[in-house]
Each structure stands twice: as structure tokens, then as C-alpha cells.
Nanobody, 128 residues
Framework: QVQLVESGGGSVQAGGSLRLSCAAS????????MGWFRQAPGKERERVAT???????TYADSVKGRFTASKDNAKNTLNLQMNNVKPEDAAMYYC??????????????????????RGQGTQVTVSS
């Protein structure tokens, strides 16, 4: 049974940095496409970043150049380094795992959100 548990959220000042982690159990992060998503109150869920089995990453335009997604295979975690955080980055952040067989296009688009596993989320608040 696969479980994903996010951590690292909290309050950060605009311009600051935060590092989110998603600990996986029951599956090796290296074997799957995984991603970070976020949802702010009153807004639609947004794909933040995805990383496929080969380590290829994609990012939403809104975070490109500021956020970095990575996998730590030794710790079996998915990470999101958030730099130069902006007020519009405030949201609940979720990690998700795609099904084992996922087309690259579906991985990169984040359309696997409803197909695999996801965590409970970690809240990020940004003060200006």
C-alpha cells in the first residue's frame, strides 16, 4: 500500500526559501512519475512540477526558475526547493504519484492527479 506524506510547509516571507519533502512508502519514487501540485482557496488546482522516472522535470511557468523538484532515491523522497517565494505561491501543496505505466505526456502535464496516489498536503503561507 503506497503512502505519501508531505512535510516542510510553513510560513515564509516573500523572497525567502522553503523546502518541501514527500516521503513515500510502499513504492520507490525512482520507479514512478511524480509531481507537486498546489491549490489555493478559491482557485483551481495547479500543477507545480513533475519529474519522470528518468529525472526529467517540468515546471509551471509561474514557478520556473524559482522552484526545483528532485528525487532522493536513497531516502525515497520527492522534494521541492522553493526559492524567491512570492505571495501568490501560498497554497496547500500536494505530492502525487502516477500509475506505473504513464505516458510521458501525461506525466509532464500532470494529468495523472486522479489516477495514482496523493498525500494529504502541506500548507505554505507567504507574508509580504
Amino acid at each position: 500500500q503506497v503512502q505519501l506524506v508531505e512535510s516542510g510547509g510553513g510560513s515564509v516571507q516573500a523572497g525567502g526559501s522553503l523546502r518541501l519533502s514527500c516521503a513515500a512508502s510502499g513504492a520507490a519514487v525512482s520507479d514512478y512519475c511524480m509531481g507537486w501540485f498546489r491549490q489555493a482557496p478559491g482557485k483551481e488546482r495547479e500543477r507545480v512540477a513533475t519529474i519522470d522516472r528518468d529525472g526529467v522535470t517540468t515546471y509551471a511557468d509561474s514557478v520556473k526558475g524559482r522552484f526545483t523538484a528532485s528525487k532522493d532515491n536513497a531516502k525515497n523522497t520527492l522534494n521541492l526547493q522553493m526559492n524567491n517565494v512570492k505571495p501568490e505561491d501560498a497554497a496547500m501543496y500536494y505530492c502525487a504519484r502516477a500509475p506505473r505505466i504513464t505516458y510521458r505526456s501525461d506525466c509532464y502535464s500532470g494529468s495523472f492527479w486522479n489516477l495514482g496516489n496523493r498525500g494529504q498536503g502541506t500548507q505554505v503561507t507567504v507574508s509580504s
